[in-house]
């Protein structure tokens, strides 16, 4: 075996004078320093002794061509310092080739060390691909790879079973799996690097689902090169998704259903009803029997109430099937809640508990707000007091939480003394037709829907209503409300300082609410529940000096309302001012009760703007008989006084009962009435006609033409004469946005939703 020579395949080094080769990272040392450095010495000192051996045998040579004689010593000497020189010369050769020998066993050894891994590593990898290739095949997923020309070079066992096929059907050939639908809502990636969808293709089992991923590789130059696609089945959850699609385009379509058949039924019923109350209104104008008017007031409350919980199916319709609206407008707040608690004190009084507004000072005089629907909220949960409460009474309160020029926080609180409410069962109660007493033999009426649409309205304004027991048993409905401000608080216009009030009356919500008023006006007041007491109690105040300016007594306390009065001044020792109060009801015993001695009388639930005023006058001017100019009567049947000048009114209307209701009140007020059936007949009269009439009373519903179209058809006669416009009416049981839009749109001056009072026509006629 040769040995390659220095300037052959492995160059010196020049700092150890050995040889090196190349490896796998690159041209690497392939002797250590230690065996280096111990050949490096014997070769100097191989060296040194060949050179030496030399220079002698030189030297002895010399001496023999000087000196013959020693020609015989000098040639044996040379000749055996010359075999030295060559054995050292020899020797060194045989370290350095000994160390080139050393150094490529160890590289050998590198070398098959290297091998060695690369064979672990090319092992690994063979193994990792098997993996994760049977983790692919076990999940089902299809992998094709293609080069850059479309051609399949690659596909896994799971594409070749699923579309059933041979490697010898695809490699080499142009995918042809061919999608046969696409979904609409793919995502294609950027173009040329990756494409994602879901597609339908047919396989052996069928058509069936994949999430389909194309992958375009790019080389270096950031050219496209090879694709791989991996596709996923992904049937079960597009089936899936397609159910759903399907279940909320069936619930949707179901809760349009619903609002269309609630929206029908509303307007069938409000048609009868219509009927029903305006005919029986009138009858009540007629003069009845007192058991007569009796049952007609039965017949009338009945009435309102079936009204009422259509207005709250209709109301829930609307809210369920979002097309719910508010509508702020400037609104006074404290006018507002006054007139509910007037509304429903009938059913409290009767009921023999309090009925109360309690509104603090700071609250602003006008806020923007939606009055109808902030009306609709307080009327259920101050109704819903009123119908579980069976003594003490119902607050309905509003005050400021926090505020400023801009907006305020207006807190709304209604309180009762009622039976309350687990707390367990405070969220059920404001879910749909849930009741209190869900039971069969529950004592109180309803739909359940009250509550379900007074949180849905309250959470639309922003807020959320929450219900709280009561200390001292009973509830507490809250919400807050942040709205703008359009005015502020209005200031005292009666100031009752140094005033001292006794308020007698029997114990409940409305006592602690008028003695807070009167505080707030900076009155000093005091409730007590008794005759006995009040009259005890003036009696000392008089004798400590502090006598009260004013007395307001219950009329509910004083049986003989004269004996009461004069026990209380007998005990004031002097006259002192007086005023009694009085329900609704008993506003016919005012002019008695002032004959009597007493300076002034309040309608109870009392506004505190009629309280501080006439506190002020007791105490200003006793003596004097005080009324409330805030006070308004209860209207009594009468026969309504007729027009001055006659109308002739177009009245179209497909219902006989409501016919007859609105030609009654048209006719009995002294207008005539030109009657039709349906749009047509409206419409021709109104072209038939010389002049044009006043005003058009129409029903929006009616066979053939409608009231929408009539009206338009009516508007374009009256833009092609140039004459002067009717002024129309809509009446109409149809009580959704929607119509009442399209009704605007069609040219209809006013909308009056059915049931129509005969009083609301005639003060639309007076108009």
């Given at each position: 075996?040769?040995?390659?020579?220095?300037?052959?395949?492995?160059?010196?080094?020049p700092?150890?004078?050995?040889?090196?080769?190349?490896?796998?990272?690159?041209?690497?040392?392939?002797?250590?320093?230690?065996?280096?450095?111990?050949?490096?010495?014997?070769?100097?000192?191989?060296?040194?002794?060949?050179?030496?051996?030399g220079l002698?045998?030189?030297?002895?040579?010399?001496?023999?061509?000087?000196?013959?004689?020693?020609?015989?010593?000098?040639?044996?000497?040379?000749?055996?310092?010359?075999?030295?020189?060559?054995?050292?010369?020899?020797r060194?050769?045989?370290?350095?080739?000994?160390?080139?020998?050393?150094?490529?066993?160890?590289?050998?050894?590198?070398?098959?060390?290297?091998?060695?891994?690369?064979?672990?590593?090319?092992?690994?990898l063979?193994?990792?691909?098997?993996?994760?290739?049977?983790?692919?095949?076990?999940?089902?997923?299809?992998?094709?790879?293609?080069?850059?020309?479309?051609?399949?070079?690659?596909?896994?066992?799971?594409?070749?079973?699923?579309?059933?096929?041979?490697?010898?059907?695809?490699?080499?050939?142009?995918?042809?799996?061919?999608?046969?639908?696409?979904?609409?809502?793919?995502?294609?990636?950027?173009?040329?690097?990756?494409?994602?969808?879901?597609?339908?293709?047919?396989?052996?089992?069928?058509?069936?689902?994949?999430?389909?991923?194309?992958?375009?590789?790019?080389?270096?130059?950031?050219?496209?090169?090879?694709?791989?696609?991996?596709?996923?089945?992904?049937?079960a959850?597009?089936?899936?998704?397609?159910?759903l699609?399907?279940?909320?385009?069936?619930?949707?379509?179901?809760?349009?259903?619903?609002?269309?058949?609630?929206?029908?039924?509303?307007?069938?019923?409000?048609?009868?009803?219509?009927?029903?109350?305006?005919?029986?209104?009138?009858?009540?104008e007629?003069?009845?029997?007192?058991?007569?008017?009796?049952?007609?007031?039965?017949?009338?409350?009945?009435?309102?109430?079936?009204?009422?919980?259509?207005?709250?199916?209709?109301?829930?319709?609307?809210?369920?099937?979002?097309?719910?609206d508010?509508?702020?407008?400037?609104?006074?707040?404290?006018?507002?809640?006054?007139?509910?608690v007037?509304?429903?004190?009938?059913?409290?009084?009767?009921?023999?508990?309090?009925?109360?507004?309690?509104?603090?000072?700071?609250?602003?005089?006008?806020?923007?707000?939606?009055?109808?629907?902030?009306?609709?909220?307080?009327?259920?949960?101050?109704?819903?007091?009123?119908?579980?409460?069976?003594?003490?009474?119902?607050?309905?309160?509003?005050?400021?939480?926090?505020?400023?020029?801009e907006?305020?926080?207006?807190?709304?609180?209604?309180?009762?003394?009622?039976?309350?409410?687990?707390?367990?069962?405070?969220?059920?109660?404001?879910?749909e037709?849930?009741?209190?007493?869900?039971?069969?033999?529950?004592?109180?009426?309803?739909?359940?829907?009250?509550?379900?649409?007074?949180?849905?309205?309250?959470?639309?304004?922003?807020?959320?209503?929450?219900?709280?027991?009561r200390?001292?048993?009973?509830?507490?409905?809250?919400f807050a409300l942040?709205?703008?401000?359009?005015?502020p608080?209005?200031?005292?216009?009666?100031?009752?300082?140094g005033?001292?009030?006794?308020?007698?009356?029997?114990?409940?919500?409305?006592?602690?609410?008028?003695?807070?008023?009167?505080?707030?006006?900076?009155?000093?007041?005091?409730?007590?529940?008794?005759l006995?007491?009040?009259?005890?109690?003036?009696?000392?105040?008089?004798?400590?000096?502090?006598?009260?300016?004013?007395?307001?007594?219950?009329?509910?306390?004083?049986?003989?309302?004269a004996?009461?009065?004069?026990?209380?001044?007998?005990?004031?020792?002097?006259?002192?001012?007086?005023?009694?109060?009085?329900?609704?009801?008993?506003?016919?015993?005012?002019?008695?009760?002032?004959?009597?001695?007493?300076?002034?009388?309040?309608v109870?639930?009392?506004?505190?703007?009629?309280?501080?005023?006439?506190?002020?006058e007791?105490a200003?001017?006793?003596?004097a008989?005080?009324?409330?100019?805030?006070?308004?009567?209860?209207?009594?049947?009468?026969t309504?006084?007729?027009?001055s000048?006659?109308l002739?009114?177009?009245?179209?209307?497909?219902?006989?009962?409501?016919?007859?209701?609105?030609?009654?009140?048209?006719?009995?007020?002294?207008?005539?009435?030109?009657?039709?059936?349906?749009?047509?007949?409206?419409?021709?009269?109104?072209?038939?006609?010389?002049?044009?009439?006043?005003?058009?009373l129409?029903?929006?519903?009616?066979?053939?033409?409608?009231?929408?179209?009539?009206?338009?058809?009516?508007?374009?006669?009256?833009?092609?004469?140039?004459?002067?416009?009717?002024?129309?009416?809509?009446?109409?049981?149809?009580?959704?946005?929607e119509?009442?839009?399209?009704?605007?749109a069609?040219?209809?001056?006013?909308?009056?939703?059915?049931?129509?009072?005969?009083?609301?026509?005639?003060?639309?006629?007076?108009?």
């Amino acid at each position: 075996m040769s040995l390659p020579a220095e300037s052959d395949s492995y160059p010196a080094d020049p700092a150890t004078d050995v040889p090196v080769v190349a490896g796998r990272e690159g041209v690497s040392r392939l002797e250590s320093a230690e065996p280096a450095d111990r050949t490096r010495g014997k070769r100097i000192a191989a060296g040194f002794l060949a050179t030496l051996a030399g220079l002698v045998a030189l030297f002895a040579l010399a001496i023999a061509y000087v000196e013959p004689t020693t020609v015989p010593v000098a040639v044996p000497i040379t000749v055996i310092l010359a075999g030295l020189s060559l054995w050292g010369a020899s020797r060194i050769d045989a370290i350095r080739y000994r160390a080139r020998l050393d150094a490529l066993k160890r590289e050998k050894r590198e070398l098959a060390t290297t091998l060695e891994r690369i064979a672990d590593t090319a092992w690994e990898l063979r193994e990792n691909e098997e993996r994760y290739r049977g983790l692919i095949d076990a999940q089902g997923d299809l992998v094709a790879h293609r080069d850059a020309e479309g051609r399949v070079t690659f596909v896994n066992p799971a594409f070749l079973t699923i579309f059933g096929l041979r490697e010898t059907d695809v490699l080499g050939k142009p995918l042809t799996v061919v999608p046969i639908e696409e979904a609409h809502d793919a995502d294609r990636g950027a173009p040329g690097d990756l494409a994602a969808r879901d597609v339908k293709l047919m396989t052996q089992s069928g058509p069936r689902w994949f999430a389909w991923v194309d992958i375009r590789i790019r080389d270096d130059d950031g050219i496209l090169g090879p694709m791989h696609s991996v596709a996923r089945d992904i049937t079960a959850r597009k089936e899936v998704e397609l159910a759903l699609v399907e279940s909320r385009e069936k619930a949707e379509a179901a809760s349009k259903a619903k609002s269309r058949f609630l929206a029908t039924v509303s307007h069938e019923f409000r048609t009868p009803l219509n009927g029903i109350l305006g005919l029986n209104e009138l009858l009540l104008e007629t003069r009845l029997t007192p058991v007569q008017e009796t049952y007609a007031q039965g017949v009338q409350s009945s009435g309102e109430a079936l009204l009422g919980l259509i207005d709250d199916m209709l109301d829930f319709s609307r809210i369920e099937a979002e097309r719910f609206d508010l509508r702020p407008e400037a609104t006074n707040l404290a006018g507002l809640l006054q007139a509910i608690v007037e509304l429903l004190a009938a059913r409290a009084h009767a009921r023999g508990i309090d009925i109360v507004a309690d509104i603090d000072p700071g609250v602003p005089s006008l806020v923007s707000v939606d009055a109808t629907r902030l009306r609709q909220v307080l009327v259920n949960l101050v109704g819903n007091g009123v119908k579980f409460t069976e003594r003490g009474g119902v607050c309905l309160a509003a005050g400021v939480e926090a505020g400023g020029d801009e907006t305020a926080t207006v807190v709304f609180t209604v309180t009762d003394t009622g039976p309350g409410i687990d707390p367990a069962d405070a969220e059920r109660l404001f879910s749909e037709f849930e009741q209190a007493d869900a039971g069969p033999n529950r004592r109180h009426g309803g739909a359940g829907l009250g509550l379900a649409i007074s949180r849905r309205i309250v959470r639309r304004m922003g807020s959320d209503v929450t219900v709280a027991p009561r200390s001292g048993g009973g509830s507490v409905f809250r919400f807050a409300l942040e709205l703008p401000v359009e005015a502020p608080a209005p200031g005292e216009e009666t100031s009752l300082d140094g005033r001292r009030v006794l308020v007698v009356m029997p114990q409940g919500e409305e006592a602690p609410a008028l003695v807070r008023g009167l505080e707030r006006a900076g009155c000093e007041a005091r409730e007590v529940a008794a005759l006995n007491a009040a009259a005890a109690l003036v009696g000392a105040a008089v004798a400590a000096g502090l006598p009260y300016d004013a007395i307001l007594l219950d009329r509910r306390l004083a049986g003989d309302a004269a004996a009461a009065l004069a026990r209380l001044r007998e005990a004031a020792g002097q006259e002192i001012g007086a005023a009694i109060l009085i329900e609704p009801g008993g506003r016919d015993e005012i002019d008695g009760l002032r004959e009597t001695g007493f300076d002034a009388y309040l309608v109870r639930p009392i506004r505190r703007s009629s309280l501080v005023r006439i506190v002020g006058e007791l105490a200003a001017s006793p003596g004097a008989f005080h009324m409330d100019p805030e006070d308004v009567r209860v209207r009594q049947p009468e026969t309504p006084g007729r027009a001055s000048t006659g109308l002739d009114v177009l009245l179209a209307e497909d219902n006989e009962i409501s016919a007859l209701l609105a030609r009654a009140v048209v006719e009995g007020i002294g207008h005539t009435v030109t009657m039709v059936r349906d749009g047509e007949a409206a419409v021709a009269a109104v072209r038939d006609r010389a002049t044009p009439f006043p005003l058009i009373l129409m029903d929006l519903h009616m066979p053939g033409l409608d009231g929408l179209a009539a009206a338009r058809a009516i508007r374009a006669l009256e833009a092609e004469s140039g004459g002067p416009r009717s002024r129309l009416v809509a009446l109409t049981a149809d009580v959704v946005p929607e119509t009442q839009e399209a009704a605007r749109a069609a040219g209809i001056d006013t909308i009056l939703e059915k049931p129509v009072s005969p009083d609301t026509l005639r003060r639309l006629l007076a108009d």
